[in-house]
């Protein structure tokens, strides 16, 4: 979250970043991300999921957080291949292979953590992009 | 120190713990079992139909600098003539791995959504959120197939 009239990062919520370095990732809730339509229309739902409050990146600081959202994909092209998969060195951002389609995402997300709540209006990926789509990579590759 | 309805503390019926029991260097243990987690002997013993995790998953091997945190395990899908809104950050192409995991085949969403929010102080704040879901079969860090659903939040 940023302050509209500095810019100022006010707020960043994530899941933490685990000993062995996965970034900001964490297991979700069953139930709580459907697929439908050959893989055309994705949902992600999540109610109150326990997330750290840093404030802003490598603040150091952790408070206790939850979020919750309602967030719909939709495909809005046709699935394309994507990536290099075993001809990119695995640390290449190449490394994989995937058919993905551009695609639209809308919804809403909410939090609360001691001292404050915010509730977001309809949020979209209009400013930037989105994919969705099926891929693999490392041991998948070979 | 709390009382209930009543005006009974509630704190007296909590265990004691003494203060012998804590010098004495047992006051780990001591207090481990009074709030009921005392070290099992064996790791099957915790498991009585309760607790559960999936293993956990390996990151990308790639990724970038990013000061102060250090080295990140991500990459940012998106047209390089693109940067997020408010965070200005660049797209780094379209043949870009969306995902986090490594080790993995499944289906995999990704979004960099933006807009407003109101806070709890009455403010409207700018938004932007990378949110991404990898959900497919995954060979974890010990070496085990899982399925399992992630979300990079």
Same mark, same amino acid.
């Given at each position: 979250?940023?302050?509209?009239?500095?810019?100022?990062?006010?707020?960043?919520?994530?899941?933490?970043?685990?000993?062995?370095?996965?970034?900001?990732?964490?297991?979700?809730? /069953?139930?709580?991300?459907?697929?439908?339509?050959?893989?055309?229309?994705?949902?992600?739902?999540?109610?109150?999921?326990?997330?750290?409050?840093?404030?802003?990146?490598?603040?150091?600081?952790?408070?206790?957080?939850?979020?919750?959202? /309602?967030?719909?994909?939709?495909?809005?092209?046709?699935?394309?291949?994507?990536?290099?998969?075993?001809?990119? /060195?695995?640390?290449?951002?190449?490394?994989?292979?995937?058919?993905?389609?551009?695609?639209?995402?809308?919804?809403?997300?909410?939090?609360?953590?001691?001292?404050?709540?915010?509730?977001?209006?309809?949020?979209?990926?209009?400013?930037?992009?989105?994919?969705?789509?099926?891929?693999?990579?490392?041991?998948?590759?070979? | 120190?709390?009382?209930?309805?009543?005006?009974?503390?509630?704190?007296?019926?909590?265990?004691?713990i003494t203060?012998r029991q804590l010098l004495a260097g047992a006051g780990a243990a001591a207090v481990a079992g009074s709030?009921?987690?005392?070290?099992?002997?064996?790791?099957?013993?915790?498991?009585?139909?309760?607790?559960?995790?999936?293993? $956990?998953?390996?990151?990308?091997?790639?990724?970038?600098?990013?000061?102060? $945190?250090?080295?990140?395990?991500?990459?940012?899908?998106?047209?390089?003539?693109?940067?997020?809104?408010?965070?200005?950050?660049?797209?780094?192409?379209?043949?870009?791995?969306?995902? %986090?995991? %490594?080790?993995?085949?499944?289906?995999? %969403?990704?979004? $960099?959504?933006?807009?407003?929010? %109101?806070?709890?102080?009455?403010?409207?704040?700018? $938004?932007?959120?990378?949110?991404?879901?990898?959900?497919?079969?995954?060979?974890?860090?010990?070496?085990?197939?899982?399925?399992?659903?992630?979300?990079?939040?």
């Amino acid at each position: 979250m940023f302050d509209p009239s500095s810019g100022s990062q006010t707020r960043d919520l994530t899941p933490g970043i685990l000993p062995n370095g996965l970034f900001w990732t964490m297991a979700l809730p /069953d139930n709580a991300f459907r697929i439908r339509r050959k893989g055309r229309v994705a949902r992600l739902k999540l109610r109150n999921l326990p997330l750290v409050e840093s404030f802003q990146f490598g603040s150091g600081q952790a408070i206790a957080a939850k979020v919750s959202m /309602d967030l719909l994909w939709y495909a809005a092209g046709d699935f394309i291949e994507r990536g290099e998969g075993a001809a990119a /060195d695995p640390t290449s951002p190449a490394a994989f292979t995937g058919h993905f389609a551009e695609a639209g995402c809308a919804g809403w997300i909410s939090g609360s953590e001691t001292g404050f709540a915010f509730e977001s209006g309809e949020l979209t990926a209009e400013a930037f992009f989105a994919e969705m789509g099926e891929e693999r990579n490392g041991v998948f590759l070979s | 120190m709390s009382a209930n309805g009543q005006g009974e503390h509630l704190s007296s019926s909590l265990p004691k713990i003494t203060r012998r029991q804590l010098l004495a260097g047992a006051g780990a243990a001591a207090v481990a079992g009074s709030i009921g987690l005392a070290q099992p002997a064996a790791a099957e013993s915790t498991m009585r139909g309760g607790a559960s995790a999936l293993p $956990v998953p390996s990151p990308i091997p790639g990724g970038i600098d990013a000061p102060p $945190v250090g080295f990140i395990h991500w990459f940012l899908p998106g047209p390089t003539d693109a940067m997020t809104p408010f965070l200005s950050l660049p797209g780094f192409g379209l043949d870009v791995e969306p995902s %986090t995991l %490594t080790n993995f085949k499944g289906f995999t %969403t990704f979004a $960099v959504i933006s807009g407003q929010a %109101t806070g709890s102080d009455g403010k409207t704040y700018n $938004v932007e959120f990378d949110v991404r879901v990898m959900d497919g079969e995954y060979v974890a860090e010990d070496g085990s197939h899982q399925y399992g659903t992630f979300g990079f939040l």
